[in-house]
């Protein structure tokens, strides 16, 4: 008696085909947490998981060939004819996962982010810097300073205006400040800049390891390029200037440089409210 076929195939290949699937998805998962395990403190994460998803993709690829060609046993010249007829409607209809499997390639190879980056995409509804924390083939994983998880399609990365603040080594800030009524605008605008020439976070104020990655970024060919070669200090020196003057108030601009954009409120908050607490002691009451 003959065993019973599904599609034409032996059950038995059938259920030694599914074996084989579930053995090789359980070796990739193992194969890749022991590559990131093994190389993670050694490369760091972004080279480690690199090679991790390397080892996994492989695995993946000999188990399922292996499982296909010898646990079925399929003739590969009508396979090779059945998945060309396969491809072309999956084509049709997974256009986007192709088109985000294709960007997830050109991001890897193009380097525009990495892992631990932080990034700003301009066209995503929650515009705000986060850091990356996984890239994979069709996505990648943001975590804003705020605890919340995004994913978004690589498709997106490569459509959309994305700024790195990780790569570009500091950002600038834009500070409004109402210049307190009838109080003296230049005593008031030394009292901001001696509150901005005190605050650690404050470039050219950092120190330590801050100061020798401001100076590591300052030192990267393309940042030279954009600045003109010139890799000076004071070109972050705080600024205070007079922004608006209308017939009801004067608006002042606070102008600051920082490294750490995750930390922008938190910075802003320190500055605003040691501005604050000085103009109370010198008897200065803002707008």
């Known amino acids: 008696m003959a065993n019973p076929t599904i599609f034409g195939i032996d059950i038995y290949d059938v259920l030694f ?22 190389l993670d403190l050694r490369t760091g994460k972004k080279i480690s998981k690199i090679f991790a998803n390397l080892a996994q993709y492989v695995i993946l690829f000999l188990g399922v060939g292996y499982g296909v060609f010898y646990g079925l046993r399929l003739d590969t010249a009508a396979l090779a004819a059945s998945m060309g007829l396969l491809g072309i409607a999956i084509a049709f209809s997974s256009q986007q996962i192709i088109q985000n499997f294709v960007a997830g390639i050109m991001v890897a ?8 980056d932080w990034i700003e995409i301009t066209d995503v509804a929650s515009n705000r810097a986060a850091r990356v924390v996984d890239i994979s083939l069709t996505k ?22 994305v700024i790195n603040y990780t790569q570009s080594g500091f950002v600038r800030i834009d500070i409004p400040f109402p210049l307190p009524i009838d109080a003296d605008r230049k005593l008031v605008m030394e009292l901001i800049l001696q509150v901005l020439e005190d605050h650690e976070k404050v470039l050219p104020n950092v120190q330590g390891e801050e100061r020798s990655a401001l100076q590591t970024a300052l030192g990267i060919l393309k940042l030279k390029q954009l600045l003109g070669n010139r890799i000076d200090m004071d070109q972050f020196i ?29 910075i802003i908050s320190e500055i605003l409210n040691e501005v604050l607490d000085r103009l109370d002691k010198a008897g200065l009451k803002p707008n």
């Open 17 to 38: 085909f599914i074996g084989i699937l579930i053995l090789t998805m359980a070796l990739a998962r193992g194969t890749y947490a022991l590559v990131r395990r093994g």
């Open 109 to 116: 190879v193009q380097r525009r982010i990495q892992m631990e």
């Open 140 to 161: 990648t994983t943001l975590r804003d300073p705020g605890g919340r998880i995004t994913i978004v399609p690589n498709s997106i990365l490569i459509s959309s205006r």
């Open 238 to 266: 705080p600024q205070v200037f007079v922004s608006e003057v209308t017939t009801l108030r004067t608006m002042l601009s606070i102008r600051i440089w920082i490294r750490e954009i995750q930390l922008r409120e938190n």
